[in-house]
Each structure stands twice: as C-alpha cells, then as structure tokens.
C-alpha cells in the first residue's frame, strides 16, 4: 500500500533563517506530488506541484521554492524565512489525472 | 477569490442527528471532492463526484452535485462524535495531467455525544 512521510512534525524558526521540509512517498511510481499550505480559517492554498522528476509548477510568488530531485521525493525551501511563512504545510500525492489527493501529517511551521 | 466555498462555516449538532454540509463553486468542473480533517492532521479523502454524477454514497455518507446551480451537499447521517472534525470540498477545473484541486475554507462540525 502506498505511504506519504512527511518530517518534522513542528518546527519553529527564526526569521532569515533557511528552511527545508521533506516529503517521500513509498508504494507508487511517477505520483503528482503537491505542496499546500493552509492559514487559520482560511483553506489550503497550493503552492507547487511537480508531475514528474525536475519539473516543478509554481502557483503563488512567494519566498518559497521546491524541487523534485527523485521520482517520490518532493523538498519545500526557503533561502531566508519571513514571518508571514508561519503556517501549516501539507504535502500530498496522487495518481495522474483526476485522482483524490493523499495527504500528509503535515509541518506546523512557526517564525519567529 | 475561493472557487469553493462551504457554508455554514461551523456546524453543533446532537449525535445521532444528520449533518449537511454545502458547497457551492464558479467555474465548471471536472470533479469535486470532499476531505476531512482532523485537528492538526492532513486531510482524508472521502468521497470524488465526477460531473456527470448527480449522487454517490459511501457509508454513511452521501454527496450530491447539481451542476446547473454549481452546488454541493455532503450529507453525514446518524451522526457520531468521531465525526467531529473540519471537511472540506475541492473542486478540480481541468482533465489529465494539469489536474489541481482547489479547496474551500472548510467546515468546522461538532457532534455533542
């Protein structure tokens, strides 16, 4: 069956400094692979999604940047944290086309 | 601006009672999806309606979509506490690979035992 690992559970980080969060995924092959990030009250907004190795489709400008660099691995980044990067992140998966979404624990990420 | 968007936004109700949540959309779709969430957790699919289908039920659970009023209900019956989470609709606009979800600002339910 197929598994989504997504660490650390929280993170809390001071302003400016960089960021990585790591998602994998086990039991697939050539998933879509997603990353949102939901604010209180708010929804989720997606941020990146990757349909396949290396390439990545950014949906909001903004501090962060993903990279894909293996078929089940997908990396959330930032170079230097804002405040405003404080949130909830989801990672997700899902087969090609019009298929449900699998979801993560999630990161509670908080700056400082 | 939301393509979905829930309503009520929160939802008290008895166990045992029936739990209907909406949803209403802009924009054509290719599907629609409803999750659920558990506080602090990832979502969990419950149930896809693609738009040529009018009903699904799943368990206890049964969706509707009207495509003409560009709405849809989640029905949860005999409701219990477990229940008690935040559920969201998504709506997918585009077909194969360019497929992306876009998801309401959720439902809070909570089910008094």
């Known amino acids: 069956s197929q598994t989504i690992h997504q660490w650390p559970a929280t993170l809390v980080q001071p302003v400016g400094s960089p960021l990585s969060l790591e998602c994998t995924v086990e039991?697939?092959?050539?998933?879509?692979l997603y990353w949102y990030r939901q604010a209180a009250g708010r929804g989720l907004q997606l941020l990146f999604y990757?349909?396949?190795?290396?390439?990545i489709s950014s949906e909001v400008p903004q501090n962060l940047s993903a990279s894909r660099p293996q078929d089940r691995q997908f990396i959330l980044s930032s170079k230097k944290l804002l405040l405003s990067d404080s949130g909830f992140y989801l990672c997700?998966?899902?087969?090609?086309?019009?298929?449900?979404?699998?979801f993560g624990n999630g990161t509670r990420l908080t700056v400082t | 601006s939301q393509q979905g968007e829930e309503d009520p936004q929160a939802l008290s109700i008895q166990e045992g009672e029936n739990a209907t949540m909406n949803c209403s959309y802009k924009?054509?779709?290719?599907?629609l999806q409803w999750y659920r969430q558990n506080s602090g957790r990832g979502l969990v699919h419950l149930i896809l309606?693609?738009?040529?289908?009018r009903e699904k039920h799943s368990g206890r659970l049964r969706v509707t979509l009207d495509t003409s009023k560009k709405s849809s209900s989640l029905l949860i019956t005999a409701s219990r506490a477990a229940d008690t989470a935040s559920y969201f609709c998504?709506?997918?606009?585009?077909?194969?690979?360019?497929?992306?979800?876009?998801f309401g600002k959720g439902i809070t339910l909570s089910v008094r035992p």
């Open positions: 990757s349909v396949g190795i290396g390439q």
């Open positions: 998504a709506t997918d606009l585009y077909t194969g690979a360019n497929s992306k979800l876009t």
């Open positions: 924009t054509s779709i290719n599907n």
């Open positions: 309606i693609r738009s040529n289908e």
């Open positions: 997700a998966w899902s087969l090609q086309g019009n298929s449900p979404l699998h």
């Open positions: 039991g697939t092959s050539n998933p879509n």
